[in-house]
């Protein structure tokens, strides 16, 4: 039990596909984050959200569009994606955005 | 910009034998602190050490502790009594103390995969 939710664990998805990724967290935590992890590269933050409000967003494409609605909650809406977005994507929480992150187990996204 | 670098990808070790994952980083700050995290198979990135930039006193987690060498930016991560559940990816990452547009940066490195052998 990590305590960080990630669904679904696995998603095969087509370029033109409209598909969510979804994070839960019950810690108490106020920040949340996304991150991509491809292969032999650094892990990559994509966006922060600090008691819900989106603080950080690193030139992530417009395809890739998160949502906070409360503080246990991380989505990850997706649009028109491209082969080169294949990947696992992380999500994690921590207590305020200046503590150490607890991650959960990702999704790991196939694009067709 | 800051920058995380971990020049091994691999690394091995015999079970119960030490081992030493290095980091290097790049920053202009004075103030801010190291991580190594480890990401076993089931993919779950558990936080094993944090090193505060400030405290000259290298942090010691059990098993696990850090060669902290500030002036020469250098982090790396010693294993004593390595265990087969050591196995895993291990992240060396980068957090600034000070805050940009409301939150801290997470700036991560590439990763040493840790084999442990019986």
């Known amino acids: 039990e990590t305590g960080v939710t990630q669904t679904p664990r696995h998603l095969v998805m087509g370029m033109t596909n409209k598909k969510s990724l979804k994070c839960e967290q019950h810690l108490g935590h106020n920040a949340m984050y996304w991150y991509k992890q491809s292969a032999k590269k650094p892990l990559e933050l994509m966006f922060v959200?600090?008691?819900?409000?989106?603080?950080e967003n690193n030139s992530v494409p417009s395809r890739f569009s998160p949502e906070c609605p409360n503080s246990s909650h991380l989505f990850l809406h997706l649009h028109t994606l491209q082969p080169e977005d294949s990947a696992l994507y992380l999500c994690?929480?921590?207590?305020?955005?200046?503590?150490?992150?607890?991650f959960g187990d990702g999704t790991r996204l196939s694009i067709l | 910009a800051q920058t995380v670098t971990q020049s091994q990808p691999e690394m091995s070790v015999q079970e119960a034998e030490t081992v030493t994952l290095s980091c290097t980083y790049d920053t202009s700050e004075s103030d801010y602190y190291l991580f190594w995290y480890k990401q076993p198979p089931s993919r779950q990135m558990i936080l094993v050490i944090r090193?505060?930039?400030?405290?000259?006193q290298n942090a010691t987690e059990n098993r696990f502790s850090v060669n902290f060498q500030k002036a020469a930016k250098s982090f790396s991560l010693k294993i004593s009594d390595s265990q087969l559940g050591d196995a895993a990816m291990y992240f060396c990452a980068y957090r600034s103390a000070e805050r940009a547009s409301g939150t801290y940066k997470y700036i991560f490195g590439t990763g040493t995969r840790l084999k442990v052998l019986a």
């Open positions: 994690a929480s921590s207590p305020i955005a200046d503590q150490p992150q607890h």
């Open positions: 959200y600090n008691f819900k409000e989106q603080t």
């Open positions: 090193q505060e930039a400030y405290k000259q």
